[in-house]
């Protein structure tokens, strides 16, 4: 028996989990680490529907946000005591560069719900992952959201920075016109 090795015998579990890197750790050679996730140019941003408000939290990109804390996530809107829960847009906004300027590119909101009290929510799981990869892509989906939280993500994006705003495509713009 190995003594320097205190594993009392049990193998050893191997994570089956992905890679998410900041920067380019690769620069484009296509080895290994190639197919990796890079999440240097997206943002969380919340939108609180009752509260009509707009707020980043990159605890988000890990479901650390501190809406999401100390709260269970079930897939089921209707299981979640409705007396003291709270609706919420994450919109998933990703940074791109055309003609060497900045603006939005891909933008792409999901629905949830926190009870805080009740320490449960609902979040359909598969679609944030899914509206990330969208957003990442360069897709705008906002059409499906209420009006009201349109009209704060669109106050929000051109006063966070007017020259993305107007950098980005005819969709978004038409989108949220509201």
């Given at each position: ?15 089956a ?7 380019d750790?690769?620069?484009g050679?296509?080895g290994y680490?190639?197919g990796?996730?890079?999440l240097?140019?997206?943002?969380p941003?919340f ?14 990109m890990?479901a ?5 804390k100390?709260?269970?996530f ?11 829960e ?24 999901c ?18 992952v899914?509206?990330?990869?969208k957003?990442?892509?360069g897709?705008i989906?906002?059409d ?9 993500l669109k106050?929000?994006l051109?006063?966070?920075?007017e020259?993305?705003w ?13």
């Amino acid at each position: 028996m190995d003594l320097l090795n205190n594993d009392n015998g049990k193998k050893q579990k191997r994570s089956a989990g992905f890679t998410i890197l900041s920067n380019d750790a690769n620069d484009g050679h296509g080895g290994y680490g190639a197919g990796t996730l890079n999440l240097d140019q997206v943002t969380p941003l919340f939108i609180d529907v009752e509260a009509e408000e707009a707020f980043i939290d990159m605890g988000a990109m890990h479901a650390r946000s501190e809406v999401e804390k100390r709260v269970k996530f079930i897939p089921d809107a209707d299981a979640v005591p409705k007396e003291g829960e709270k609706a919420y847009w994450l919109v998933w906004i990703t940074i791109g560069v055309k003609d060497k300027q900045p603006y939005y590119a891909g933008v792409a909101g999901c629905y949830m719900t926190v009870n805080k009290k009740a320490k449960r929510g609902y979040k359909n799981l598969p679609e944030h992952v899914n509206y990330m990869d969208k957003s990442i892509k360069g897709h705008i989906l906002v059409d499906h959201m209420d009006v009201r939280s349109r009209a704060v993500l669109k106050d929000f994006l051109k006063a966070h920075n007017e020259a993305m705003w107007h950098h980005a495509d005819a969709k978004l713009h038409q989108d949220l016109d509201v």
